[in-house]
Structures are given as structure tokens and as C-alpha cells.
T-cell receptor
Framework: GENVEQHPSTLSVQEGDSAVIKCTYS??????FPWYKQELGKGPQLIID?????GEKKDQRIAVTLNKTAKHFSLHITETQPEDSAVYFC????????FGPGTRLSVLP | DTGVSQDPRHKITKRGQNVTFRCDPI?????LYWYRQTLGQGPEFLTY????????KSRLLSNRFSAERPKGSFSTLEIQRTEQGDSAMYLC??????????????????FGPGTRLTVL
């Protein structure tokens, strides 16, 4: 079945710096890749997504890049702020809906 | 608030008891999904509905679990004879894409706040 790996598992950055989280997937039939932010005690919140017919998508400080040949996609957050601190999950949808194990991002003021 | 809602938010039960959770999707969303999330892990897919039809079930959904969506609106997830290993956050999500002809594999899911189950 589909497997999604996510790195790093934890990430600490200084406020204002950039953060990058990378995911790889195994099922070449996957064609939709959302990213979710989850704060303590809450459900995952969609922050950005990308479909397999594009290579990059940007929304203000957040961007996602997709390399279907290599089967990996990445989340980029620029000018990080303390409120960006949370757990971030990538996911790959194809025959299944599979999430990565998460990255705990800490933005230090 | 017009987001996905789940009830209850927390449930503590003793091993062997039955529990039922409810999910109300975003209005007009005709796909509804259930996930389980254990501490430190990503959500794991359990099952999903398109309208009232249950279209897919994960092997994680043992015969103690049953989900329904009788009128194509809210859904319930029941766990019978709970075990300590069932302790987790149960998340519900909904999506609109079926109305636009989107396959479930490309449909954007919006999550509710979850129901945290603790089995003693």
C-alpha cells in the first residue's frame, strides 16, 4: 500500500527564518497532496494543497513544490512567526488517503 | 460556525463498553470521512461515505467498528466492546468535490475538532 515518509520529525527555527518540510510517497498513482497544520487539541487544518498537474503553488508565506518523477513534495514557510508553531502533516491521496507521521515545528521568538 | 462538528469532544469509557460518536459535516458536503489518530502519529483512514453509501473501509476498521450515514448528512461511528487499544482521537472530515465531479482522490477534505476516546 501507499507509504508516506516525512522529515524532519522536529524542526526549530528562529522567528523570521524559513522552514522546509519534505515528504516522499510510494504510490505513483497519487495525484493530490494536501498539507495540514494541527494545533494541540484541535483537528488538522488545511493550509495548502497541490495537484499533480502543477509543480509549485504559493499562498503568501507558504509554498508547496511537487516532483512527481522523484515522488516527493515539500512545504516551505518563509518569515516564520511564533504562531506557525504546530505539528504539520503531509498527505498523499490516490487509491488511499495516507498521511505522513508529522513534523513538530517550533518557532523561537 | 459552519465547519465540521463532532460530538462528544471527549469520551472516557471502561473496557468492554460500547461508544458512539457523531459527526456533522459542512452543509452540502456529500463526502464524509472517518480517521483515527494516535498520539504522535498522523491520521489513519478508517472509512468514507459518498452521500449515504459507504464506499471504502480500511482494514483498520475491525468488526467491532461500524459507521453509518443514513440520510447522507450526519454520520455516526460506533465501537463495540471497546479495548484499551481503541484509545485515540477520532477525526471526521467532509468534502464537496463530488458535486463538481471530483474524484475522492483529488477532493479537499476539511476536518472537525475530533473526539478523544480514552478506554480505561
Amino acid at each position: 500500500g501507499e507509504n508516506v515518509e516525512q522529515h524532519p520529525s522536529t524542526l526549530s527555527v528562529q522567528e523570521g527564518d524559513s522552514a522546509v518540510i519534505k515528504c516522499t510517497y510510494s504510490d505513483s498513482a497519487s495525484n493530490y497532496f494536501p498539507w495540514y497544520k494541527q494545533e494541540l487539541g484541535k483537528g488538522p487544518q488545511l493550509i495548502i494543497d497541490i495537484r499533480s498537474n502543477v509543480g509549485e503553488k504559493k499562498d503568501q508565506r507558504i509554498a508547496v513544490t511537487l516532483n512527481k518523477t522523484a515522488k516527493h513534495f515539500s512545504l516551505h514557510i518563509t518569515e516564520t512567526q511564533p504562531e506557525d508553531s504546530a505539528v504539520y502533516f503531509c498527505a498523499a491521496y490516490g487509491q488511499n488517503f495516507v498521511f505522513g507521521p508529522g513534523t513538530r515545528l517550533s518557532v523561537l521568538p | 460556525d459552519t465547519g465540521v462538528s463532532q460530538d462528544p469532544r471527549h469520551k472516557i469509557t471502561k473496557r468492554g463498553q460500547n461508544v458512539t460518536f457523531r459527526c456533522d459535516p459542512i452543509s452540502e458536503h456529500n463526502r464524509l470521512y472517518w480517521y483515527r489518530q494516535t498520539l504522535g502519529q498522523g491520521p489513519e483512514f478508517l472509512t468514507y461515505f459518498q452521500n449515504e453509501a459507504q464506499l471504502e473501509k480500511s482494514r483498520l476498521l475491525s468488526n467491532r467498528f461500524s459507521a453509518e450515514r443514513p440520510k447522507g448528512s450526519f454520520s455516526t461511528l460506533e465501537i463495540q466492546r471497546t479495548e484499551q487499544g481503541d484509545s485515540a482521537m477520532y477525526l471526521c472530515a467532509s468534502s464537496l468535490g463530488a458535486r463538481m465531479g471530483l474524484a475522492a482522490s483529488t477532493d479537499t477534505q476539511y476536518f472537525g475538532p475530533g473526539t478523544r476516546l480514552t478506554v480505561l
